[in-house]
Each structure stands twice: as C-alpha cells, then as structure tokens.
C-alpha cells in the first residue's frame, strides 16, 4: 500500500515537473530579447513560486539560474537535435560560436550526442559551469 501510494505521488511530480512552451512574444529575463528568435536554443526556468522565466539561450538562463538558484525549482533547455525539452541539470552542454548574442551553449541529452557533436571540443555538465565561464563566452571566448 505504502509503495503504492509513494508511486502515485512521484508520478503526480513527474506530471507537474513539465516545461511551459514561452508565449508569443516573451522577453529573455537576462537580456530582453525575443526568447522565440531561434526556438532550438529558447531555455526555461520555474521558479518555486511557480513562476516560469524564459531565455533566447541556455547561457542566459544559466546565467539566471546561478544569480537565482535558491528561487529555482526547474530548469528546462531544448536538445541541439531533437528540439524537445530537456532537464538541464541532467543536460550536457557543447560550447558553439554562434547563439542569438555570440558564442553559447548547445544542450544535448546525451552524452554520446555531444561528444559528437562537439568533435575535439569539451563537453561540459551543469557542475562544470560557472559564473565566470559563463562571463568569458560573453566576452567571444569559446572554450
């Protein structure tokens, strides 16, 4: 009965714990920018409050998330091939050139899908990332 019931409740979790497609419109939180201007790269945040902000990229949600992580209950990106939303603190991150506002971050569920993606070039998990990494793409500098 117990096992049961505990069960139910996850599965009632799981169903709450779901992205917000972002409405026509909506401004990045960091930036103001557009967050529909390239749809593979928009990046979500809920808050606990139950509150939804929305990024045009996972470097400007990221860079939200750090300033508000205790406030933070979901953090949602968009896999680079698929295009479906992803966990991104279970995400893993390939730095790319070219994002709305210079170099970024391409999510990916998989492992394998972005060490392919990313060739010779790093890939990097929630915990890899900083502040001050994410600081130096701002300033162009692809790891």
């Given at each position: 009965m117990k096992k049961a019931l505990l069960f139910t409740l996850l599965g009632f979790l799981f169903v709450l714990a779901?992205?917000?497609?972002?409405?026509?419109?909506?401004?990045c939180v960091v930036c103001s920018m557009d967050v529909?201007?390239?749809?593979?790269?928009?990046?979500?945040?809920?808050?606990?409050?139950?509150?939804?902000?929305?990024?045009?990229?996972?470097?400007?949600?990221?860079?939200f998330y750090f300033e508000n992580r205790g406030k933070v209950?979901?953090?949602w990106v968009k896999d680079?091939?698929?295009?479906?939303?992803?966990?991104?603190?279970?995400?893993?991150?390939?730095?790319?050139?070219?994002g709305p506002m210079g170099p970024d971050l391409a999510p990916f569920r998989s492992k394998l899908s972005a060490q392919k993606f990313a060739g010779k070039g790093k890939v990097y998990q929630l915990k890899d990332i900083t502040k001050d990494f994410l600081k130096h793409l701002d300033m162009g500098h692809v790891h």
């Open positions: 779901q992205p917000k497609e972002p409405p026509k419109g909506e401004r529909n201007i390239d749809p593979k790269l928009t990046s979500q945040i809920k808050l606990k409050d139950g509150s939804y902000k929305y990024a045009e990229s996972p470097k400007h949600i990221l860079q209950a979901e953090l680079y091939e698929s295009g479906k939303w992803i966990d991104g603190t279970k995400a893993f991150y390939v730095p790319i050139k070219e």
